[in-house]
T-cell receptor, first 112, second 116 residues
Framework: QKEVEQNSGPLSVPEGAIASLNCTYS??????FFWYRQYSGKSPELIMF????GDKEDGRFTAQLNKASQYVSLLIRDSQPSDSATYLC????????????FGTGTKLQVIP | NAGVTQTPKFRILKIGQSMTLQCTQD?????MYWYRQDPGMGLKLIYY???????DKGEVPNGYNVSRSTTEDFPLRLELAAPSQTSVYFC???????????????FGSGTRLTVV
């Protein structure tokens, strides 16, 4: 089982819809969770981080964390074509120096 | 405030050649990292550093070496380049104060390396 799993997609949503991106992780001791956006040919950029169970909102983005079920999700409201990118989930697993493990990413396509 | 600066952006190496990828950050971050990203494979950690003078191996360190003499700089050395090292390399930095003190990475723009 991979430490951090994401559906590779592509996930296609119409403009204005809600895009829901999901990520599961295997280490129950995981502490910190991040979502990065990566445009094609560019470097990842941090969108949000979340540490506690529940929801965290930032503009059109909402991160949801459920530690009991070991998943974290990212909701994008009012999706725009400019949101089309690959979204990487990253998890700091327990122990050591804060080992960060990335998922392979979900490609999102927002259709105008 | 430039963030994380990587050079070069592109490079073609011949098998057996060596090179250094440069990485500099101006955010006074204590942690720095080198990742490689291959298509469909996600980001793999090569080496990391928790402060000047301290480095350690990540998941895929073979064929690479690092040093960190200052807080700002974290160069990655490729010795005896092989086709398997063809990849996109990202340097990143973060500020961490312990268990929940990592506020996420800032990535450099990447180096696209081809070994032929």
């Amino acid at each position: 089982q991979k430490e951090v799993e994401q559906n590779s997609g592509p996930l296609s949503v119409p403009e204005g819809a809600i895009a829901s991106l999901n990520c599961t992780y295997s280490d129950r001791g995981s502490q910190s969770f991040f979502w990065y956006r990566q445009y094609s040919g560019k470097s990842p950029e941090l969108i949000m981080f979340i540490y506690s169970n529940g929801d965290k909102e930032d503009g059109r983005f909402t991160a949801q964390l459920n530690k009991a079920s070991q998943y974290v999700s990212l909701l994008i409201r009012d999706s725009q074509p400019s949101d089309s990118a690959t979204y990487l989930c990253a998890v700091i697993v327990s122990g050591g120096y804060q080992k960060v493990t990335f998922g392979t990413g979900t490609k999102l396509q927002v259709i105008p | 405030n430039a963030g994380v600066t990587q050079t070069p952006k592109f490079r073609i190496l011949k098998i057996g050649q060596s090179m250094t990828l440069q990485c500099t950050q101006d955010m006074n971050h204590n942690y720095m990292y080198w990742y490689r990203q291959d298509p469909g494979m996600g980001l793999k950690l090569i080496y990391y550093s928790v402060g000047a003078g301290i480095t350690d191996k990540g998941e895929v360190p073979n064929g690479y070496n690092v040093s960190r003499s200052t807080t700002e700089d974290f160069p990655l050395r490729l010795e005896l380049a092989a086709p398997s090292q063809t990849s996109v390399y990202f340097c990143a930095s973060s500020y961490s104060r312990g268990r929940q003190g990592n506020y996420g990475y800032t990535f450099g723009s990447g180096t696209r390396l081809t070994v032929v």
